[in-house]
């Protein structure tokens, strides 16, 4: 998880554990005033799963592409009438996208970046 996803998922209210990101060279020099005085947790896949069914009810189909990414599609609507659909890395990053979605009510379709 990036430094600065863990930041968000912060900001927005994830609860925070004992496991914060380390070491400081992984952290992007923007942020290094924040990370050395209370750096963001980095929450486990079972973690962010368990918080984003706290928030919503919701199903969710989950496949791993031929390049080893992941694209998973939820029964949860994005106001226009669409799936929520993520097409992204690591399922880590799907659950805490998808967490902050449902925190914020910010629902809306992402894609990875090529890379």
Known sequence: ????????????????????????????????????????????????????????????????TEDGRFRAVTNLDDGNGNEIDFWLSSLEEVFALLWLDLKLDTPKTYFFKPR
Do not use: R
Request: hydrophobic residues 40%.
């Open 1 to 64: 998880m990036t430094f600065e996803l863990a930041k968000k998922l912060k900001d927005a209210g994830f609860p925070q554990g004992k496991y914060a990101i380390k070491p400081l060279e992984k952290i992007p020099t923007e942020f290094h005033e924040d990370a050395l005085s209370a750096p963001p947790f980095v929450p486990t896949l079972s973690e962010l799963i368990e918080e984003c069914y706290k928030l919503s009810s919701f199903e969710i189909k989950i496949w791993e």
